[in-house]
């Protein structure tokens, strides 16, 4: 059997017969005799229909999609819903959007889209036309391969269908690769950030965390308490027990600092026996000296290292924002620092607020 | 050398002889890092360090490393991937053959970096055929006849594969392709997706 290709429209096509078995050559004509099998070979994925709009012939990997059931026979919109061109719902129609791109999906489950293209075949005695209509799956040839088993020999060895799974795949490791790799630089740059921010000895916050809250505190004009902490008698935990009992003693007082604050405060160590404390809405300073006294209660207890009895207390001055028309960051810690120098004076173990008497411009 | 080389080593190494073989070529050419980065790019000598230290620890000549690393990347689980990329070729061994020579630019498709060696099949009779393998990488003809190997298997087919040695940094390999429908072969889906 043989579909005759009509190019000019002439009418002498379609009654020609080859079959593959005469092998002669067709001569030159605008009519091109083209044997059945070849097509099914240039395009499986082919119909042929004929001028009632009934599939003629199917090839074979268009037939794969349905293996159940013989295409040829079946009234080709039927088998296809058209979704572009709209309003496609006979033969006329379907021959009048000739050499367009068409875009259908079986009617029937499993509901593939197809992209395809019509060639209106030599009019018949009747003057009456069938069709060539020849599909490709486009890009949704990677759900139809899970869809339907196909094989490498179902594609035109042409058709660069098998190269584009090859670079789909190909792509795919590689972008798996990359994204892995990402994953793992991003899992090394938080862990480097998180190290940039805390004080490796006791794992409190480092100055420069605290610097950034600050900063945050101040942009947000959120109303804040800053203590500064010193530890008393340090120094000589250091000279009696050693540099490591002075570690030990700093990784107890950072605990109890954490302890005794609450989760939205920010306790840093900023210096050797040096640590700053950020209250965020708290203000009161009521409050404030409750809990500089449990402070000093709970850092007065003896701390044992290897046997040896350690024994610190601290001082505490405190600056509050809403002391400050404009509050600065340097200005609130030379202030607490303030304060902080009045305790020690005082006779250390104990807490002081910043005060207008204490050398600075009245707070409102 | 590309991370995909360096890291094919490391695999190699530790699915095939477990973790602590490649701790310990890690750790006798004192690398830098605990493991290669498929996406980055290694000084080449570094390479050479890696596949020495492996010959070493395995007690193995080079070229059989080389050659087990080749079937290796065809038939382990852990690189289905890689297999399934090279069964894209064609439906039979021949066919396979015959796309090596495609091999390089098939891979700059997906991996522009990856510089893989210029490879030519050529065919002598309907059954012998020799490929040859241009690379400044020597040794690479000893990881393609692990592929062939493995990729015969693969394909069900039997073949004779032989080393003929490397004249000016051109290796060469002849191949007896003996039977073509020899086993059953692992199946190849094109819709299946690599894990």
């Known amino acids: 059997m043989s579909v005759g290709i009509s190019v000019s429209g002439s009418s002498t096509g379609s009654a020609r017969r080859s079959g593959p078995g005469e092998g002669a050559p067709q001569a030159p004509s605008p009519l091109v005799g083209l044997p059945q099998e070849a097509l099914d070979v240039l395009c499986p994925l082919h119909v042929v229909l004929d001028p009632t709009g009934h599939i003629r012939h199917a090839g074979p990997t268009m037939q794969k999609l349905r293996p159940d059931t013989p295409l040829a026979g079946a009234r080709f919109l039927e088998l296809f819903e058209m979704s572009r061109p709209r309003a496609v719902d006979n033969m006329a129609s379907l021959l009048r959007a000739a050499g367009t791109k068409l875009h259908l999906r079986l009617r029937d489950h499993p509901r593939t889209a197809l992209k395809a293209v019509l060639i209106p075949l030599g009019a018949d005695t009747a003057g009456r036309r069938g069709a060539i209509v020849n599909f490709s799956f486009g890009i949704s040839i990677v759900d139809a391969l899970q869809t339907y088993s196909l094989h490498s020999g179902d594609f035109a060895p042409t058709d660069l269908t098998i190269e584009m799974l090859y670079l789909i795949e190909a792509k795919t490791a590689a972008m798996e690769a990359s994204r892995k790799l990402n994953m793992r630089l991003q899992g090394a740059k938080i862990a480097a950030e998180e190290q940039a921010y805390t004080d490796t000895l006791t794992g409190l916050k480092n100055r420069r965390a605290m610097d950034h809250v600050l900063a945050r505190l101040l942009r947000t004009r959120t109303q804040f308490s800053l203590m500064h902490l010193d530890l008393d008698y340090f120094k000589q935990v250091n000279d009696t027990h050693g540099h490591r009992a002075g570690d030990y003693v700093l990784q107890h007082v950072a605990r109890v600092l954490v ?53 610190v207390s601290c001082s505490m001055g405190t ?9 600065r960051a340097e200005q609130m810690i030379a202030d607490a620092d303030v304060a902080l120098y009045a305790s020690k004076k005082a006779g250390r173990a104990r807490h002081s607020f910043f005060s207008t008497q204490q050398g600075h411009p009245p707070a409102r | 050398m590309h991370g995909l080389i360096n890291r094919s080593i490391q695999c190699f190494l530790r699915d095939t002889y477990g973790e602590a073989a490649w701790s310990d070529v890690a750790l006798a050419v004192d690398l830098p890092f605990a493991e290669f980065e498929a996406m ?11 596949l020495d230290a492996a010959c070493l ?8 490393v080389l050659e087990d690393i080749g079937t290796y990347l065809v038939s382990h689980p852990n690189n289905e ?3 399934r990329l090279l069964r894209f070729a064609g439906v039979c061994y021949e066919d396979f053959l015959h796309s090596l020579d495609d091999l390089p630019d098939r891979t700059r498709l997906a991996v522009s970096d990856l510089d893989l060696p210029v490879v030519e099949l050529r065919q002598h009779s309907a059954e012998r055929f020799s490929v040859t393998c241009h690379s400044r990488l020597p040794g690479f003809g000893h990881v393609l006849v692990g592929v062939l190997r493995a990729m015969a298997d693969d394909y069900g087919a039997l073949v004779l594969l032989d080393y003929a040695g490397m004249v000016q940094g051109i290796e060469k390999i002849e191949i007896s392709l003996v039977e073509t429908a020899f086993a059953e072969g692992r199946s190849f889906d094109l819709g299946a997706r690599a894990g």
């Open chain 2, 57 to 64: 620890r395995l007690d193995k000549p080079l070229n059989m």
């Open chain 2, 40 to 50: 980055l790019a290694y000084d080449d000598a570094l390479t050479w360090q890696v």
């Open chain 1, 319 to 327: 600056a509050l924002s809403h002391h400050y028309p404009q509050p």
């Open chain 1, 259 to 311: 302890e005794e604050t609450r989760e939205e405060d920010t306790v840093a160590r900023v210096g050797g026996d040096e640590f700053v404390l950020l209250f965020p809405r708290l203000v009161k300073p009521a409050r404030i000296e409750e809990i500089a006294a449990s402070l000093i209660k709970r850092l007065e207890e003896p701390v044992f290292f290897e046997g040896a009895e350690c024994r």
């Open chain 2, 81 to 83: 991937g890689l297999r």
